[in-house]
């Protein structure tokens, strides 16, 4: 049973954070969190999955009984983006997994439609978001697959072409890292370092304040020089999924690793699980998905293609194909609106219990 109130669940999450990452904690990143959840539902909904995974079979209990895959978890509409695999091709898809554990597989396809209720304006209504999520879904099902740009998704490739402009904030993002009391755990650098290209390639670390889910757990960048241009590499600490805290439910050693290598996917070769860091490349290159951005947020094509690739990551560390087809077949026809608008109207309430009495 979730925490009656936002603010008794918000203490104790921070509570088992500390006792994870003890003295590594970033103290300054919580009170941005903090600050992120007062400014809009959907910015709530990103920074606070501890709380979706507390609440929301209490919030949906039909969802309970779904057949089980190694899931997203906090899956949103910023959660996709792009990135280059093995043979250099420009992938689309789900970029952060760190949330990732064995639960029941619709609970990945309510929270990503009630991201789309609750940030992008003009996307339809909750009905039309839902329909559209489940027809890509169903179809990944059937052909679960990477989304490879290089070969189709003409009009996704164009909605993800990297501007000079933000080209250009990238590299001032990455040169105007605050450097005081920087002091990176060994752990971290040793992350980094092999990360790296090259063996003994020359670091700058420094810390980085990123995402909203995420914050309060130490994440490290290395800027370094390598065959004429400069390198950069992220390491952040991994913790227990959300979801696993909530309902101590075992899962794989290495969720996040083996659910972004999966059988369907063409992965980022450059991301690495080391204990509990995962390292992974940085690029101007690599262009994340926004929700404000209206070519993004009204297309229902990006609906359709984010349920194309639930699917395939669903299948790929386990053939739960026909257990998944049979489940969908069984539910009402409105199911997925219905778990919706639930789950939306919570967010919302608990969003507005935050602005009135969260600190």
């Given amino acids: ?20 990452l003890g003295n590594e904690i970033v103290k300054k990143d919580l009170r941005t969190k903090h600050k992120k959840m007062r400014r809009g539902p959907f910015p709530f909904l990103r920074a606070t999955y501890w709380r979706w995974a507390e609440a929301i079979l209490d919030v949906c209990p039909e969802l309970a009984g779904a057949p089980s895959v190694l899931a997203i978890g906090d899956i949103h509409l910023e959660n996709f983006g792009t990135w280059r695999d093995a043979d250099g091709r420009l992938i689309w898809g789900v970029n952060d997994f760190d ?51 290089d070969h189709d998704y003409a009009w996704l490739r164009r909605l993800v072409v990297v501007s000079d402009d933000e080209r250009d904030r990238f590299w001032w993002k990455m040169y105007t890292l605050a450097a005081a009391n920087a002091s990176p755990p060994r752990r971290y650098v040793k ?14 670390i420094l810390p980085r304040t990123a995402g909203a889910g995420s914050l309060g757990r130490p994440r490290w960048v290395g800027v370094g020089a390598w065959r004429g241009g400069p390198v950069v590499r992220e390491a952040k600490a ?46 101007p290159n690599n262009r994340k998905i926004e929700a404000a951005d209206p070519a993004i947020s009204t297309n229902r094509k990006m609906l359709q293609a984010m349920g194309h690739e639930l699917a395939a990551i669903h299948l790929g560390t386990a053939n739960r194909r026909a257990a998944i087809e049979r489940d969908l077949r ?18 919302l309430w608990d969003y507005r219990a935050w602005r009135k009495k969260g600190w």
């Fill in 330 to 347: 069984d539910r009402k026809r409105n199911w997925l609106r219905s778990a919706v608008e639930r789950a939306a109207a919570f967010v």
């Fill in 191 to 204: 992350a980094l370092a092999a990360a790296m290209p090259a063996r003994n390639i020359e670091m700058t």
């Fill in 238 to 283: 991994i913790v227990p999924s959300g979801w696993t805290r909530a309902h101590g439910r075992s899962s794989h050693a290495r969720p996040c690793y083996w659910i972004a290598t999966g059988r369907h996917r063409a992965p980022d070769p450059w991301l690495a699980v080391t204990g509990s860091v995962v390292t992974r490349r940085l690029s």
């Fill in 99 to 149: 949330e990732a554990a064995e639960m029941p597989y619709v609970l990945d396809l309510v929270r990503l439609a009630t991201s789309a209720v609750l940030g992008a304006q003009g996307a339809g209504t909750t009905a039309s978001i839902c329909a559209h999520i489940l027809a890509g879904y169903t179809k990944g099902l059937a052909k679960p697959r990477p989304i490879v740009l």
């Fill in 1 to 20: 049973m979730a925490p009656t109130h936002i603010t008794q669940s918000t203490r104790a999450y921070e509570k088992w954070l500390r006792a994870r």
